[in-house]
């Protein structure tokens, strides 16, 4: 992560040159669960009652699923390039319906 983090405090020509070159034509999806808070947290005195959050798309990467739990739910964000999957909307519908198919959604 510090290595991650030292890169992106590079001048952007530079920063991106070593993304390309490290990550490009090597990876087509990223997947990421990230655990959030299990009880309702506050933000300026008000309850947040979802949180959500995307994958980064860089170095061409097409295609995102973003999972995330928070208070006892979870959520799935699906994010894609259309250029590199151009049928990205059947594949989230295909995601929610084996969610539901499972009894998770």
């Known amino acids: 992560m510090a290595l991650l983090e030292a890169i992106g405090l590079l001048p952007p020509s530079l920063h991106r040159w070593i993304v390309d070159a490290s990550f490009r034509n090597r990876a087509t999806a990223v997947v990421t669960n990230l655990p959030g808070p299990r009880t309702p947290i506050t933000l300026g005195g008000h309850t947040v009652s979802d949180l959500m959050f995307w994958v980064p798309q860089s170095a061409g990467i097409g295609l995102g699923l973003s999972i995330i739990t928070y208070g006892g739910h979870g959520r799935i964000g699906v994010i ?6 151009a049928h990205a909307r059947p ?5 929610d319906a084996e969610l539901r198919a499972l009894g998770l959604g």
Do not use: I, P
Not at 91 to 95: D, H, Q
């Open 91 to 95: 594949l989230a519908e295909a995601v």
């Open 80 to 85: 894609a390039d259309t250029a590199r999957v």
